[in-house]
């Protein structure tokens, strides 16, 4: 062994403890190291001896080791020096592999920008840094590590190398991503959760097992009248009289028994009516509730008018009864039951019992089998048979009923009357045996009755018959085809029913007759043989009844079914049913068809302001005029709420329909008077022509509501021609908010950063977050392709909440990483201020994350000003304001640009629109623009900020302008939050401004 040259080496290692920085004055010094092996007492032998031993048991401890250690370069990309053998564990790469290639080359480049940020730190504060970072193992498989290390320093202080422990902590981080998948989960659970609660109209109170308040959400607050201060105060105190309420018993039975109770509640004092549903919950109680005081008087309505409905079936004299499609009976009117002499309660609709108990014995099985043969081919039905009457006798009855069947053919319903003609029957029983008791019979029927020859000439008529014509001597109608005495437009049915019944078979029909000469009077005639003995056909028997009361009945029935009953027109009902018809007529006789729906503008600000009494004043006064404007064939109808139809047949073109709804314009510009008040009541009106612009009634109303929708879209009031291009965009906005609704669902808001430059430093001064959401197949897509979503509140809030949720993510992220934030903007869309807490649902958002008002830029667009909720908006921004957040007003110069929001809102920062910026070089007049606005900033201690900045020279006149800062691509595109990150830390940026 060459012990002069290990020697030589061991005292060279030594010496370099004296370059690693070890102190010189310390008992064991290099210097003192260098005398003490080249003194005379030194045995080298001996030494190099018991050195290479503790080398040999270091090495035989770093094989132990899970781990490597490492001497290496201060910066990247930290070439080694040494580095043990540890390393190949955890890289695939043996020592040697190092002695050719750094460090870095193995390391995840999106982690080297953050790990060289925190060695630096280290170095410049003396301290030992920790990292856990990824790098690429031999075999290609990606691998986390952690590292603690430091730099070592030489005697004045100065960094010579680093050294320091690397561990392989893959399936540590690998539980470790788990668990903060999982926590953030849950804390999205939970968000969505509390936004589900918080955003219910349903009320929410959760109570502990002293009957004090836990939570209450907003929805109970607005029904108590209450704040956030009823959280933890006790219910029995506050609302006293809740518990004499018979409700509290239930609520106090479900505390107690630990089980759900459902009940109603009436508050002592109110008219306002709850459903309450206690849930037992922990120790305590959940109770949900609902104001249920519309429903329960839209309930009792209805009651209402079914019962004068069933009052109006009762005041009938026949015996009404209907069935389902079954042929199930399930209604009779008043008048049945009295005929047998039941009350209605005690009437039996059971067809098996109501056959055994009033029908006749000999009747029965030809009534049933009659009854089923027309349940089964759906003809109608018509039977003569006897009846258990309530003065004990069998009395002849005749009953009659009509399948009701919907638009496919298929019956729903059966609804029947059933008649009293025992006296008819009687009367024909007895004109067999002779005349005399026939005139007798005759005489006493109030029906209108005649005995007629096989020719249809009267031979004999009772005096109700003779009432009907006028006539008070019997001469002057004896003798006279009772045919001829009919209308012209009945005659022939007439005529049919007496040769029907000179063959052998019972006729009947219904007509119109004047009665003495007055209103027209409607009849139900049946016109039958009378045979001899031998059954010989010897003369006709007519028997005429009055039947005009149950018309008019039948008449009003079917109006109430079809007439709105506030303004005294069709409804939607039978204005659908007059569309199909006129259209079918149209499309036959090759004619066209008109349709407008006409919607009041701002017909709920009417509500609102004056009472709902002032809206049904505005909608009477309007169906007035329109039934005015609107002559006949013309068709006016409400379909609801404000919205009503006018259906003008027969039209030459549009021109026809576009003048008669000019005039409806002009005649709504008169004002309606109320309560000593001026209505003024706005008209907008879409309108579409068929069979031009539809092949059926259904596209044809489908067609003239879009055409009313894209005219209230751009502004309401006027009339609006239905056009190709509006089912064309109608169709791309559904497509949009399905898409908006598919990226709320799948969780898929990504989050982008443009940057925004102070124009004289270079100095990136904020960030403002755009929307991007990520499309499986398509990668990250723009905001335009769900525009429409921010229209709609649902779902403007969704999209807004889940980017805020995202940006606050990432700031929190770069502010515990230590990198220099700069204030970051956030987009809020009109439609997110729709409801009174968007304010309040910010600084909550901001406090979860623990990040600092002053950290955030609210960027509003003028059109949040230019609704009616504009003062709920103004509340929202001074709070934010007074929280310190910064608002600033984009797009500024597009809009109404009204100087007074400037004045009168919370504004800090002016964006000039990239519209003005991009023409400003090339129009004096947008040049113009720019100056004045950046020139109207100072003065009101306002920041500009000019958007769209692409070239040099937009940028140097901007400068000259005074435009404090710019965004654009001449800055950089919008980037993703990893890519932010390594540049915060990094200080790189894709600009450098030159003066």
């Not at 899970?66 to 910066?75: H, K, W």
Request: proline share 3%; charged share 25%.
């Amino acid at each position: 062994m060459d012990l002069s040259r290990k020697r030589d080496s061991f005292i060279s290692n030594l010496l370099g403890f004296e370059q690693a920085g070890v102190p010189q004055d310390t008992a064991f010094s290099a210097q003192s190291v260098r005398d003490f092996l080249t003194s005379s007492d030194f045995d080298q032998t001996l030494v190099f001896e018991a050195l290479s031993e503790s080398l040999r048991q270091f090495e035989s401890l770093l094989s132990c080791v899970s781990g490597t250690f490492y001497r290496c370069e201060l910066s990247r990309p930290w070439k080694m020096e040494f580095i043990s053998p540890g390393v190949e564990a955890i890289t695939g790469y043996a020592p040697e592999f190092f002695a050719e290639h750094s460090y870095e080359d193995i390391l995840d480049p999106r982690d080297v920008p953050a790990l060289d940020v925190r060695i630096k730190q280290a170095i410049s504060r003396g301290e030992h840094f920790t990292d856990c970072y990824r790098l690429r193992h031999k075999s290609g498989e990606t691998r986390w590590v952690s590292e603690t290390g430091r730099a070592v320093c030489d005697a004045e202080g100065r960094p010579l190398f680093l050294e320091g422990f690397i561990s392989d902590v893959t399936e540590k981080k690998a539980l470790e991503l788990q668990a903060e998948e999982s926590r953030q989960e849950i804390e999205r659970l939970h968000a969505r959760m509390s936004n589900i609660v918080e955003s219910s109209l349903d009320g929410i109170v959760t109570l502990d097992s002293g009957w004090n308040y836990v939570f209450v959400n907003n929805a109970a607050l607005r029904e108590t009248g209450q704040s956030r201060t009823l959280v933890g105060r006790n219910a029995r105190k506050i609302f006293r009289k809740l518990a004499d309420a018979e409700c509290w018993t239930e609520v106090e039975r479900a505390m107690v028994e630990r089980t759900p109770v459902r009940t109603e509640c009436h508050p002592l004092g109110t008219d306002r009516c709850y459903e309450l549903y206690a849930v037992p919950d922990g120790d305590g109680l959940t109770i949900f509730f609902k104001n249920i005081t519309h429903r329960k008087r839209f309930e009792r309505k209805l009651v209402d008018q079914a019962d004068d409905l069933r009052r109006t079936l009762d005041s009938i004299p026949d015996m009404v009864w209907s069935a389902d499609a079954d042929g199930i009976i399930d209604y009779f009117n008043k008048s049945w039951a009295e005929y047998v002499g039941l009350t209605k309660e005690e009437f039996d609709t059971d067809f098996t019992e109501l056959t055994v108990r009033y029908f006749h014995p000999d009747d029965r099985e030809l009534v049933g089998e009659c009854w089923r043969q027309s349940i089964e081919t759906g003809r109608d039905f018509e039977i003569e048979f006897r009846v258990l009457h309530c003065s004990g006798e069998y009395r002849w009855a005749f009953a009659r009923a009509q399948p009701q069947r919907d638009e496919q053919g298929a019956i729903v319903r059966w609804y029947g009357t059933s008649t009293d003609i025992h006296e008819r029957v009687l009367a024909e029983h007895k004109l067999r045996e002779s005349q005399i008791v026939q005139s007798s019979i005759l005489g006493a029927s109030t029906d209108s009755i005649k005995i007629m020859d096989l020719d249809g000439a009267i031979l004999l008529i009772n005096t109700p018959g003779m009432t009907a014509q006028g006539a008070v001597d019997r001469s002057v109608l004896v003798g006279k085809r009772w045919a001829d005495m009919w209308p012209g437009k009945y005659r022939l049915a007439a005529r049919r029913a007496v040769k029907k019944a000179r063959n052998g078979q019972a006729a009947r029909f219904t007509g119109n007759y004047p009665l003495n000469g007055k209103n027209a009077t409607w009849w139900d005639v049946v016109v039958s043989p009378i045979r001899d003995t031998d059954g010989t056909i010897q003369s006709l028997l007519c028997i005429s009844r009055d039947i005009t009361e149950q018309r008019k009945t039948a008449e009003r029935l079917r109006i109430a079914s079809e007439c709105d009953f506030l303004t005294s027109l069709p409804n939607r009902r039978a204005f659908e049913a007059h569309l199909k018809k006129v259209t079918a007529r149209a499309r036959d006789s090759g004619k066209s068809v008109g349709l407008m729906l006409l919607d009041l503008d701002h017909f709920k600000h009417v509500n609102d302001t004056l009472g709902h009494l002032a809206g049904d004043h505005l909608l009477q006064m309007l169906a007035r005029r329109l039934k005015k404007c609107v002559s006949e064939p013309g068709f006016v109808a409400r379909l609801g709420g404000d919205e009503f139809a006018i259906i003008l047949d027969d039209i030459r073109d549009e021109s026809e329909l576009i003048n008669g709804a000019t005039q409806i314009l002009a005649r709504m510009e008169e004002p309606v008077t109320f309560a000593g008040r001026l209505i003024y009541g706005g008209l907008s009106i879409g309108s579409a022509v068929f069979p031009r612009d539809a092949e059926n009634a259904q596209d044809l109303l489908k067609h003239a509501d879009a055409a009313l929708y894209d005219l209230k879209a751009s502004g309401r009031g006027g009339i609006q021609m239905f056009s190709s291009q509006m089912m064309e965009a109608a169709e791309r906005s559904a497509s949009q908010l399905t898409l908006a609704r598919r990226v709320v669902q799948d969780d898929a808001v990504e989050p982008y950063y443009q940057p925004k430059v102070r124009l004289d430093t270079g100095e990136v001064a904020g960030f403002e977050a755009l929307l991007r959401w990520w499309c499986p197949g398509n990668g990250i897509q723009p905001p335009s392709s769900v525009f429409e979503a921010f229209n709609d509140y649902e779902l403007a809030t969704k999209i807004g909440g889940l980017m805020q949720d995202r940006i606050f993510e990432h700031m929190a992220g770069w502010l515990d990483a230590g990198l220099d934030l700069p204030p970051v903007s956030i987009n809020a869309a009109p439609a997110e201020f729709a409801r009174d807490d968007y304010g309040e649902r910010l600084l909550g958002n901001l406090a979860k994350h623990a990040i600092a008002p002053s950290q955030i830029e609210l960027e509003i667009t003028e059109h949040v000003f230019l609704h009616r909720r504009s003062e709920q908006v103004v509340r929202a921004l001074q709070m934010l304001s007074e929280s310190g957040i910064r608002i600033a007003l984009d797009d500024f110069g597009t809009g109404h640009s009204s100087l007074s929001y400037l004045r009168d809102f919370p504004v800090d920062v002016i964006k000039i629109d990239r519209s003005f910026v991009s023409r400003m070089l090339t129009n004096r007049t947008m040049s113009a623009i720019v100056e004045a606005i950046t020139k109207l900033g100072p003065s009101l201690s306002l920041e500009i900020v000019a958007e769209g900045v692409e070239t040099p020279e937009q940028l140097h006149a901007l400068r000259d302008a005074g435009c404090d800062l710019g965004q654009g691509y001449l800055f950089g595109k919008a980037m993703h939050a990893d890519e932010i990150a390594w540049r915060l830390g990094s200080g790189s940026w894709p600009f450098k401004l030159k003066k």
